[in-house]
């Protein structure tokens, strides 16, 4: 990987693309932990009555499942991570955190997520958060892969946001309006490939109307100088100055903040049923 031009890349149009970021045992080792959050084998929220087919999301898997905790450092993500999480940044020393792993299912049917931005429910304020969204099967124009504006990060602006009546097509969650789509790319990747892209950036997906899965792995790092102000849950908005999310795992450099202690994460994981209404993070559907 040429890391100069990677960088410029991401800084030009908030997004890159990294083939083969996982080989084939790693891709088949996180696809075989799925079922295991189905059958009982890790601790969920609301175990009874779920089945892959009307499963849209797990939420923080890395909690339970060593696996999957142990690709957040994984060195090929590690090594873009470390030119791109702070390439708005100045002085950034290349200190990372990780705060939020999710799988998605996404059997066929299922719908997208309309257009939005990771930085609107993941407040990093320093433009350093950074999605790195890895293809666990082949994403396809027909199965519903992300579709990015290129670009779209530049001003850091967060665009106002709405209810869509496009029902069929996108989730429940309000879209992000008043910009030019005409831009759109297609994010197809091959299984194992990944996508890292900035907090800012406007992205979305589509139903799946294929016969076969869409599933995939997303992580969510940022600078580890930052504040956190992300309270799981929470309905109210939480003083930036004061609050910092502590369930996090450092990724590149030491913790600067170790006075602050890191909170243990539940023994317990959120699956998300087709349908239901969330109120934080941020799904990437």
């Known amino acids: 990987m040429d890391l100069d031009l990677m960088a410029q890349k991401y ?4 997004y890159l693309i990294v083939p083969e970021i996982f080989d084939q045992t790693t891709v088949e080792n996180i696809q075989s932990e799925i079922p295991k959050f189905l059958d009982g084998t890790y601790p969920v929220n609301n175990p009874a009555g779920n089945k892959d087919s009307g499963l849209l999301a797990v939420h923080f ?3 339970v499942s060593r696996p999957i905790f142990e690709t957040l450092d994984h060195p090929r993500i590690k090594e873009v991570l470390q030119i791109i999480v702070g390439a708005h940044i100045p002085h950034w020393d ?4 990780c705060m939020q792993s999710m799988l ?14 990771d930085e609107r429910f993941i407040a990093t304020r320093d433009r350093s958060l950074v999605g790195v969204w890895i293809a666990l ?6 199965n519903g892969c992300l579709r990015v504006i290129p670009g779209s990060h530049k001003m850091g602006q967060l665009w106002p946001t709405r209810p869509h009546s496009e029902t069929e097509e996108f989730d429940s969650s309000d879209e992000s309006y008043g910009f030019n789509s005409e831009d759109e790319e297609i994010v197809e990747l091959k ?3 990944a996508v890292f892209f900035n907090g800012y950036l406007l992205h979305r997906s589509l139903r799946n109307v294929s016969d076969t899965s869409r599933r995939a792995l ?3 790092y940022m600078n580890a100088w930052s504040n956190l102000p992300w309270q799981i849950g929470a309905d109210r908005l939480v003083d930036a100055s004061t609050h910092d999310h502590r369930m996090i795992v450092p990724v590149a450099g030491d913790d600067p903040y170790p006075e602050r202690g890191i909170e243990v994460s539940p023994n317990e994981v959120f699956l998300r049923p087709w349908g239901d209404e969330m109120e934080w993070g941020d799904w990437d559907a």
Do not use: E, Y
């Open 137 to 142: 099967d082949d994403a396809t124009l027909d």
């Open 61 to 63: 898997p890395h909690w």
């Open 94 to 97: 290349g200190r990372v955190k």
């Open 191 to 193: 299984a194992g490939s």
């Open 218 to 220: 997303v992580h969510h």
């Open 11 to 14: 800084i030009n149009d908030g």
């Open 104 to 117: 998605f299912l996404k059997p066929p049917g299922f719908p997208g997520q309309a257009w939005h931005q």
